[in-house]
T-cell receptor, first 114, second 111 residues
Framework: QQPVQSPQAVILREGEDAVINCSSSKALYSVHWYRQKHGEAPVFLMILLKGGEQKGHDKISASFNEKKQQSSLYLTASQLSYSGTYFCGTDQNVPYNQGGKLIFGQGTELSVKP | DAGVIQSPRHEVTEMGQEVTLRCKPISGHNSLFWYRQTMMRGLELLIYFNNNVPIDDSGMPEDRFSAKMPNASFSTLKIQPSEPRDSAVYFC?????????FGSGTRLTVV
């Protein structure tokens, strides 16, 4: 089942902060975050694993609440380069590193203005 | 590292024609995924392979769609016959440990 992201869109001024949320109705093994700029492919940002381990981007942080099956992506002191659509991906039945698949949310469009 | 290579980048075809999309994953990546992206449906997983073996094709919309991975360095997604509603961007992605690397995608337009 597709995870649900909120908000659908957000507009920021440079330097402002934003939070993007991702929730699932099913138990998760991990949550993955990707950013896609217009006309380009999605690019991996980070992965959050059960137990709190994170791997990925050093300027963007995220949290993973396993009990609530929710994750949040924190974008602080936003830069123009942060603009794009952010997707969360979740593995539900089989862990991604044991041959499972990622199902992506519908995306959150982030626009950072000067 | 050349990344995931997809071809063609753009394809315009007439309804009823056969379309073949190609993907070369990153060397050493043992998982390969085909996604379709549209405004209405977002990023949909069509099919994925582990070690060249198809694992889950439940996302393939109809029998008109088929995918193969004859070896670790090549995969194809075929649509026969194509229909206007197949118009979308088709992404191939590969993975080894964590994180998917996506190709640049094929923008398919069926007229």
């Amino acid at each position: 089942q597709q995870p649900v992201q909120s908000p659908q869109a957000v507009i920021l001024r440079e330097g402002e902060d934003a939070v993007i949320n991702c929730s699932s109705s099913k138990a998760l093994y991990s949550v993955h975050w990707y950013r896609q700029k217009h006309g380009e492919a999605p690019v991996f940002l980070m992965i959050l694993l059960k137990g709190g381990e994170q791997k990925g981007h050093d300027k963007i942080s995220a949290s993973f609440n396993e009990k609530k099956q929710q994750s949040s992506l924190y974008l602080t002191a936003s830069q123009l380069s942060y603009s794009g659509t952010y997707f969360c991906g979740t593995d539900q039945n089989v862990p991604y590193n044991q041959g499972g698949k990622l199902i992506f949310g519908q995306g959150t469009e982030l626009s950072v203005k000067p | 590292d050349a990344g995931v290579i997809q071809s063609p980048r753009h394809e315009v075809t007439e309804m009823g024609q056969e379309v073949t999309l190609r993907c070369k994953p990153i060397s050493g990546h043992n998982s390969l995924f085909w996604y379709r992206q549209t405004m209405m449906r977002g990023l949909e997983l069509l099919i994925y392979f582990n070690n060249n073996v198809p694992i889950d094709d439940s996302g393939m919309p109809e029998d008109r769609f088929s995918a193969k991975m004859p070896n670790a360095s090549f995969s194809t997604l075929k649509i026969q016959p194509s229909e206007p509603r197949d118009s979308a961007v088709y992404f191939c992605a590969s993975s080894r440990k964590f994180g998917y690397t996506f190709g640049s995608g094929t923008r398919l337009t069926v007229v």
